[in-house]
Antibody, heavy 124, light 107 residues
Framework: EVQLVQSGAEVKKPGESLKISCKGSGYSFSTYWIGWVRHMPGKGLEWMGIIYPDDSDTRYSPSFQGQVTISADKSISTAYLQWSSLKASDTAMYYC?????????????????WGQGTMVTVSS | DIQMTQSPSSVSASVGDRVTITCRASQGINNWLAWYQQKPGEAPKLLIYAASSLQSGVPSRFSGSASGTDFTLTITSLQPEDFATYYCQQANTFPFTFGQGTRLEIK
């Protein structure tokens, strides 16, 4: 079964760092683009960025560039989203999602397989 | 960034009704448009990709169409499980932006 399994919910204080994970299984992890989507409480979905694990080619939304880091370790089929200094406004559900089609040339694509989401709460 | 404007922001309908949701792109996106369904507490689910291609396993009552920069998701004969929030997303130009969502409620 193709699936993405995300790490568990996190509760952090402002200024703390955090790295959440997304582990793929049942497919060739390194040859599909995988991305991150933010869903703030009561708001819509926001596309944060995507990475191609095979060569770590990464594209960010300008809204998130410099605020987060997207990375991947293809040896363990895991993608990551990390913050160096969290803010209260980072409180949200974060989803990882995999593109439908294989290979780096297929970056124009929809998110087909989704993780279950990781809730990040930032509060003092 | 390309802006994706969905309308309406919410709609009320009854089981058996036909519903249409529209998404307008601020510039051309070469039909690189996807539609997703999201229910409370769940991850989004891909319904339509490339503007009009039905994702495998999605009921045929869902369909998508395109006309220039205007895109439409149509649900015929609404079922109880279709009441959810729907999002469009363009995948032509980085960043790949979502529409603001359309909430489909039971009348």
């Amino acid at each position: 079964e193709v699936q993405l399994v995300q790490s568990g919910a996190e509760v952090k204080k402002p200024g703390e760092s955090l790295k959440i994970s997304c582990k793929g299984s049942g497919y060739s992890f390194s040859t599909y683009w995988i991305g991150w989507v933010r869903h703030m409480p009561g708001k819509g979905l926001e596309w944060m960025g995507i990475i191609y694990p095979d060569d770590s080619d990464t594209r960010y939304s300008p809204s998130f560039q410099g605020q987060v880091t997207i990375s991947a370790d293809k040896s363990i089929s895991t993608a990551y989203l990390q913050w160096s200094s969290l803010k209260a406004s980072d409180t949200a559900m974060y989803y990882c999602a995999r593109h439908r089609s294989r290979y780096s040339s297929s970056f124009k694509d929809a998110f087909h397989i989704w993780g279950q989401g990781t809730m990040v709460t930032v509060s003092s | 960034d390309i802006q994706m404007t969905q309308s309406p922001s919410s709609v009320s309908a009854s089981v058996g009704d036909r519903v249409t949701i529209t998404c307008r792109a601020s510039q051309g996106i070469n039909n690189w448009l996807a539609w997703y369904q999201q229910k409370p507490g769940e991850a989004p689910k891909l319904l339509i990709y490339a503007a009009s291609s039905l994702q495998s396993g999605v009921p045929s009552r869902f369909s998508g169409s395109a006309s220039g920069t205007d895109f439409t998701l149509t649900i015929t004969s609404l079922q109880p499980e279709d009441f959810a929030t729907y999002y469009c997303q363009q995948a032509n130009t980085f960043p790949f932006t979502f529409g603001q969502g359309t909430r489909l409620e039971i009348k």
